[in-house]
């Protein structure tokens, strides 16, 4: 089965990227077309975090007050408490990825400042992959364009004609990537690349953590094969980024994007699709 059977099988449509960390080795489908980031977003968000860290413009395990009031919308972490909070750094950064804490992401984000994340991501050679803005930006354009006048406003099932003029959706318009650019970043991240080897060896450890089983880990059932990265899912867009690690020490950096054929929240098949074309990926590179 090619991935346009796979994908069409799934009815989304899909971008996939996989690259072998030792042998350089690749697998693309449609691999440099912007897509739309979601929550992949996080990855560079988490990469600038460790940078600034190294170059002592903070500490990762400063106390850092999180109120109440302002927080992004979201379903998990802080995003749904009902307190204010006080973590470190680094423990934002875990429920920034390991949850997908839209609040703790924000936090992060105005801390580091999106004009030098995407600087970050230009100087490793990343230019395709810009954050136009933090979560409650995004969310706060979705409203906009639904008419809305805030997010509980936004319908629970967009029409098509609403589907068409979310900004949010449109890659050009929102936080994007490209396949190969995500792949490639995870893989420095593997390779002590993007930061020291400390901040490295912390970001492989929050990847590692995501608690979510349901799409790339989906693809690699076996005990022994470890997978580590970040969902992303916004509407009809479904994704996820990671390294897939195997018991004879081999890596593979895969980054799967998938955006919906109807506006279902729940769709199983879907998700399985992204571990489904990620293994795929990873058998060819394998054989």
């Given at each position: 089965m ?12 899909g971008w996939l ?15 440099d ?10 990855i560079?968000?988490l ?7 190294d ?11 999180v109120p109440?009031?302002d927080r992004a ?9 009902l ?5 470190s750094w680094r423990?934002?950064?875990?429920s920034m ?5 839209n ?8 801390r580091?400042g ?5 600087a970050s991501?230009?100087?490793l050679?990343?230019?395709g992959?810009?954050l136009?803005g933090?979560c409650?930006f995004?969310?706060a ?10 997010h ?5 099932k967009p ?6 003029r ?10 994007r ?5 995500t ?11 993007v ?8 970001m492989?450890?929050?990847l ?10 989906s ?8 997978t580590?990265?970040?969902t992303?899912t916004l ?7 990671g390294?897939?690690?195997?018991p004879?020490g ?21 998700d399985?699709v992204?571990?489904h074309?990620?293994r795929l990926?990873?058998?060819l590179l394998?054989?």
């Amino acid at each position: 089965m090619n991935f346009e059977t796979l994908f069409r099988s799934a009815a989304v449509d899909g971008w996939l990227h996989a690259l072998d960390l030792a042998s350089g080795l690749e697998i693309a489908w449609q691999a440099d077309e912007p897509v739309v980031a979601a929550s992949v977003l996080k990855i560079p968000a988490l990469v600038e975090l460790c940078r600034q860290a190294d170059a002592g413009q903070l500490s990762l395990c400063e106390p850092v007050h999180v109120p109440l009031q302002d927080r992004a919308p979201g379903p998990t972490g802080l995003s749904v408490g009902l307190d204010a909070a006080t973590l470190s750094w680094r423990d934002l950064a875990l429920s920034m990825i390991v949850v997908s804490d839209n609040a703790a992401t924000d936090v992060i984000c105005t801390r580091l400042g999106i004009d030098r994340i995407n600087a970050s991501m230009r100087a490793l050679g990343l230019p395709g992959t810009q954050l136009e803005g933090d979560c409650r930006f995004l969310f706060a354009q979705m409203v906009e364009d639904a008419g809305g006048r805030s997010h509980a406003d936004f319908p629970a099932k967009p029409d098509l004609e609403l589907l068409g003029r979310l900004r949010a959706l449109q890659p050009l318009q929102t936080n994007r990537s490209t396949p190969r650019e995500t792949s490639r970043l995870l893989a420095a991240i593997w390779r002590d690349e993007v930061a020291s080897a400390d901040g490295c060896a912390l970001m492989r450890r929050i990847l590692g953590a995501q608690v979510w089983p349901h799409r790339l880990a989906s693809g690699f059932p076996e005990d022994d094969i470890r997978t580590a990265g970040k969902t992303g899912t916004l509407v009809t867009v479904r994704n996820e980024a990671g390294v897939v690690s195997y018991p004879d020490g081999r890596h593979y950096a895969v980054s799967v994007f998938t955006r919906s054929h109807d506006v279902r929240v729940k769709h199983p098949g879907q998700d399985r699709v992204i571990g489904h074309a990620a293994r795929l990926a990873i058998d060819l590179l394998r054989s």
